[in-house]
């Protein structure tokens, strides 16, 4: 890992907590591994995101039916769709200080030269590649818990690891209520929990995240169809990065070979970015046929095919996944919008966010606190743009150079400035857009279809 970019990655978390984006979970008690607190900021970041994204993937469209199912399932649901028998990680334990490591990541280091690798806690040695393979054990990654007060096996339930079957089980119901034609999807935004063993990279790799999933359902008869919709919402997820602002030269295509593939999956592509600490997954899509709607039939018992009207024919659909984190989302759009550069002899930070997701769209001031005149017309112009557009704040502390600085490093693209011109000479207000610091002076009755305008 180079130098430059471990210290954008510690810029980035630090920034993170001191504006208010991210904390660490727990963190009054010493923290909580893998866990994170989102602040102001972050929710504010979260939820333009998850809005962008229900627009374009539910609200947009005529096929897709949006869900929110429990996140406690019946344990019937996790033994059918394979998780209670095999979701699980490579784990090594350590002898000497009995800390555990994920067998995959701790071959990624370096051997010493009898080809020994050692805890990457108290390097203690560990064994040969071959050795440390023998005596890895699988790692359930569910959090298990029991429902209600009894302790024994019936009650047993777990924190779900992804939202998925959440829309699975849920799939003839949408069907029995909406009477829908294939193709279409569920979609569903919501928690997912891993006791991942070593959580890492900031909210990259978490035991507690976001998911945001669509599980589409088409006519396996027609395989080139099902091909061609495989190729089409592959390119909706790439149309969404972009929506996003993320540089394409960052965002890679990985088809995923054969041996590499969940075991339900004929196809997986697979999107990965260049985070500061490398190129790793952003988010995917994978074709999962009939696989989950036939494990739960078996299971449940329950008919989970569909009737095709018009040929009269009955079959259990297939399925393709398009499935997004919203906190590598995140982490992606941060570290992406993360810049420095100087302005007027000073070095400046700030996060150049797409006006579309930056949690603050415009900022108003008074150009001095003292002056009521001024603070009384910005309050009035606040109030204004408060009521036709969302993320507006207002702000009189310090001078306004200090005010464009905090503005930049949460990534807000516009600041106005009400001074006495405004008050006295009826002559509109500045307008400075945040990557160039170009002003500009905007009549306050075209001042709001002007903001609209340039953060649409
Ligand atoms: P990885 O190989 O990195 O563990 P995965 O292939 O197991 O990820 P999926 O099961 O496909 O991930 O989950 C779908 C999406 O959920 C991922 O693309 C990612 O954005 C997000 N995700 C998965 N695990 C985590 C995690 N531990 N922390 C944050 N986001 C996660």
Redo the contacts with the bound molecule.
């Keep these: 890992m180079a130098k430059t970019e471990e210290t954008k990655m510690d810029k980035i978390i630090s920034l993170a907590k001191r504006k208010g984006f991210v904390f660490q979970g727990s963190e009054i008690y010493g923290g909580l591994a893998g866990t994170w607190d989102f602040g102001p900021y972050g929710v504010a970041l979260r939820n333009n995101i998850k809005s962008l994204w229900w627009k374009k993937f539910v609200t947009d469209r005529e096929d897709m039916y949006g869900i929110d199912a429990a996140i406690l399932m019946n344990q019937e649901v996790w033994k059918a769709s394979g998780h209670v028998g095999g979701f699980s990680d490579p784990l090594i334990g350590c002898d000497g200080c009995g800390s555990s490591w994920r067998t995959d990541q701790l071959l990624e280091n370096q051997p010493d030269e009898d080809g020994e690798y050692a805890c990457l806690a108290c390097k203690n040695l560990l064994g040969t590649k071959e050795e440390i393979l023998k005596k890895t054990k699988k790692f359930n990654m569910m959090f298990q818990t029991h429902i209600g007060a009894s302790n024994d096996s019936s009650s047993i339930s777990y924190l779900r690891p ?1 939202t998925a079957q959440g829309m699975f089980v849920n799939f003839k119901n949408v069907v029995d209520s909406f009477h829908p034609t294939l193709p279409f999807g569920l979609a569903q935004i919501g928690k ?1 929990f ?1 006791n ?1 063993i070593a ?1 890492r990279d900031f ?5 507690e ?1 976001e ?1 945001m999933e669509i599980e589409y359902f088409v006519d396996p008869r027609d395989a080139k169809k099902v091909q061609a919709t495989f190729e089409e919402l592959y390119g909706e997820q790439i149309n969404f990065l972009k929506e996003l602002g993320l540089s394409s030269e960052k965002i890679h295509k990985i088809e995923v070979p054969d041996g590499d593939r969940a075991h339900y999956s004929k196809r997986s592509v697979d999107t990965e970015f260049d985070f500061p600490f490398g190129q ?5 899509i994978a074709y999962r046929t009939d696989f989950d709607l036939k494990a739960h039939t078996d299971a449940s018992k329950v008919d989970l095919s569909y009737f095709d009207e018009e040929t009269k024919e009955r079959f259990i659909p297939h399925c393709i996944e398009p ?3 919203v ?2 989302l995140m982490l992606a759009v941060l570290s992406d919008a993360y810049t420095e550069d100087e302005v007027d002899g000073e070095k400046r930070v700030y996060l150049k966010l797409s006006p579309k997701i930056a949690p603050v769209k415009v900022a108003v001031f008074p150009l001095l606190k003292n002056k009521p005149q001024l603070v009384e017309k910005a309050r009035e112009i606040f109030m204004m743009l408060k009521k036709e557009i969302p993320g507006v704040m207002f702000d009189d502390n310090g001078n306004i150079g200090k005010r464009y600085r905090r503005q930049d490093e949460i990534g807000t693209p516009f600041c106005v400035t009400i001074d006495f011109d405004t008050v006295e000479k009826g002559s509109g207000v500045t307008v400075r857009e945040r990557d160039s610091g170009r002003q500009e002076r905007i009549e306050i009755e075209k001042l709001a279809a002007y903001i609209k305008e340039k953060i649409s």
């Design positions: 992804e997912a891993r991942e959580p909210v990259f790799r978490s035991r995240f998911q790793k997954e952003l988010l995917g499935t997004f984190g906190d590598r």
